[in-house]
């Protein structure tokens, strides 16, 4: 059975022995992000871990590395924990084709147990915040989902969008928000500037896995991310109400923060130690008030270690990558056979294919650039022949160091966007993008025989001399 919220999923990685629970008294800081840091380097079986005797917070539990290995996102997946990557890659892309999946209201959501509203919250008392990494620039929510609507459509259940964004708490009811320009809040947000109003948002914490990988997910404007985790855990997504915005929110969350994001306000945000490796800087970013908090009673709160891949971000963001860029790609191209983005968000893929003619390689890594997810983070792609794993990187490493003449097989692209947190950017923002087409080269098309060209005759200039002098006898 899919899991309704973020306990059952802690009791299946249970279950599995993918649960390290540590009892012993910890310090928030540094030994949380030290534990999560650490289970990224352990491999591909690293346990999620569980904290609840913590100095200095009273009955606070924190969960971390829930989703940070191949086991534990087969286990959220209900597949066998020895899954492969690929497998767990294709049964995602199975999945997918049953979207829609209508969602389902339900009521009496655990989260509405508690809540607390306007002057009387505190974040600092109801979270134990702590930083993730030391040359952060203050505590973070990162692993929330984030709930908005299109100011403009407010009644379309489609263009609700739910996404992760950073957030760091900047006092007891405010945060700053780092919503990026191609994704679906930052649209919203400018939609709701350009009205002159605040955009209304909710932010869910602590939630079943299913919903934290379609919050990651780069799907169209007008997908529902409930339509498609419905699709994904292969039955109806449970949603409930969310009474300050009446907003449409996982039903089984730990907690739910309401606000809005102020309209043209905009404080210092930053610096944060991101999924590149590295630390982005101090920025001006929007800002959140919150009106409302409804919470569990002892809930369990859920954060996202970041640094040097690998990190539990590349197992959440890596499937969710791989498969929206494999449809829009095999919906023009079917000659695509597998694509690779777990490579720190997609900034670097790998895509294998059939060909049809001279160049075809060239036009399918073009296409993959501008997808969605293409336009605001791929830089590199790497395109491979049909018989090549995009999964296997030894295949691939063979087929870079034979078939590629760098004379021909670059495509360099210039001055293009690319996701303002990558570090090599230059202004923040622009780079340029690469296309290395590693495949077996075709013969082109045969459009003429360019080495004889065809000359004028020898009695051409005559002949133009005498018809220009009957035209002027004519006139």
């Known amino acids: 059975m899919p899991f309704d919220d973020l306990r059952s999923f802690l009791d299946a990685l249970n279950e599995h022995g993918q649960l390290l629970r540590i009892s012993d008294e910890v310090q928030a800081e540094p030994d949380l992000a030290a534990a999560a840091n650490a289970a990224g380097r352990i491999g591909d079986a690293a346990p999620g871990l569980l904290f609840d005797n913590i100095h200095g917070f009273t009955d606070a539990t924190v969960a971390l590395n829930t989703l940070g290995s191949w086991t534990n996102h087969a286990i959220a997946m209900g597949m066998e924990p020895t899954t492969s990557t690929r497998e767990q890659v294709g049964e995602f892309i199975r999945r997918w084709e049953g979207f829609p999946i209508a969602a389902e209201r339900r009521e009496n959501a655990p989260w509405r147990e508690n809540s607390v509203e306007g002057e009387d919250i505190n974040l600092f008392d109801l979270l134990p915040l702590f930083r993730l990494n030391d040359g952060d620039g203050g505590f973070y929510i990162d692993k929330a989902a984030v709930v908005s609507r299109d100011p403009n459509d407010p009644g379309s259940f489609d263009k609700q969008n739910v996404g992760i964004y950073r957030m760091q708490v900047k006092g007891k009811r405010r945060l700053g928000i780092q919503p990026v320009p191609a994704h679906d809040i930052a649209l919203h947000l400018r939609a709701a500037e350009e009205r002159g109003e605040d955009l209304p948002i909710a932010i869910t914490l602590g939630n079943d896995p299913v919903i934290t990988l379609m919050a990651s997910t780069p799907l169209r404007y007008d997908q529902s991310e409930y339509e498609m985790a419905g699709a994904i855990r292969q039955a109806s997504y ?14 089984g969350s730990e907690m739910v923060i309401e606000g809005v994001i102020e309209s043209r306000k905009r404080e210092l945000e930053g610096p944060f130690g991101e999924f590149t490796g590295h630390y982005s800087g101090g920025h001006s970013m929007p800002v959140i008030r919150i009106e409302r908090v409804s919470y569990r009673t002892r809930p369990v709160f859920e954060s996202l270690y970041l640094g040097m891949p690998w990190t539990e971000i590349d197992y959440l963001m890596g499937p969710a990558t791989c498969v929206p860029l494999y449809q829009q790609l095999k919906e023009e191209f079917p000659e695509v056979q597998a694509v690779n983005a777990l490579y720190t968000h997609g900034l670097l893929a790998i895509v294998s294919t059939k060909k049809r003619y001279g160049g075809f390689a060239k036009a399918v890594g073009m296409r993959a650039m501008t997808t969605p997810h293409g336009l605001g983070y791929m830089k590199m792609v790497i395109v491979v022949d049909e018989d090549v794993d995009p999964f296997n990187l030894p295949q691939v490493m063979w087929a870079l160091s034979t078939k590629v003449n760098p004379a021909d097989d670059l495509v360099q692209l210039p001055n293009l966007s690319v996701v303002p947190l990558d570090p090599s950017s ?13 495949t077996t080269p075709v013969a082109p098309d045969i459009r003429g025989h360019f080495s004889q060209p065809v000359r004028d005759l020898p009695e051409t200039a005559a002949w133009t001399t005498r018809i220009t002098s009957m035209i002027g006898a004519q006139r």
Request: net charge negative; no cysteine; glycine share 8%.
């Open 426 to 438: 230059s202004p923040a923002g622009v780079t340029d993008k690469l296309i290395i087409d590693a």
């Open 238 to 251: 449970p949603i409930a109400t969310a009474p300050f915005t009446g907003f449409d929110v996982p039903w």
